[in-house]
């Protein structure tokens, strides 16, 4: 049994290829299972032989990743972020918000659910207020945030140390 269960939560995420690179990520950092919510791109069913453009994309990003990561979808995603806590699972927002703390120095407990959000608007104050906690990958440079995979990468790696 791992001791590190963690799950992603990606939530109206609008490009297939941001998608299936949170799919490889995952993958590679072992990454329990990710739930797809809003109008986030789903993987074609693995029996699927003709493949639409969204999915294609998605595919090409992936590598295979959409086949060896357990997903589902999360369609009313704050009923399911209550069920999640009610089953003991912390849940976190990936955002820079004001009162958002420096990943490095967050404390997480497993099992944990980390939500993504939106690649511009981010992630629903709605969504936010229900999060036991809020972090943020430090930025350096003039531009205030990562590409939603890239940092769900970077963030991944962090919290399961």
């Not at 639409?52 to 979808?73: I, R």
């Amino acid at each position: 049994m791992k001791s590190k269960e963690l799950y992603i939560i990606a939530h109206n995420i609008r490009s297939a290829h941001n998608v299936g690179a949170i799919f490889r990520s995952s993958d590679g950092a072992g990454v329990d299972k990710i739930y797809l919510s809003g109008y986030s791109q789903r993987p074609a069913p693995a029996d699927k032989k003709e493949l639409v453009k969204p999915e294609k994309m998605l595919a090409k990003t992936a590598l295979g990743a959409e086949l060896s990561v357990a997903w589902e979808s999360a369609d009313d995603l704050i009923k399911f972020i209550n069920k999640l806590k009610k089953e003991g699972v912390q849940v976190v927002a990936l955002e820079k918000t004001e009162g958002s703390v420096d990943i490095r120095k967050f404390k997480p407990t497993f099992p944990m659910a980390l939500i993504l959000g939106h690649e511009v608007d981010g992630v629903e104050d709605e969504v936010l207020q229900l999060c036991d906690a809020v972090i943020e990958i430090p930025m350096r440079g003039q531009k205030k945030s990562l590409n939603v995979s890239v940092a769900t990468g970077i963030a991944i790696y962090e919290l399961l140390g």
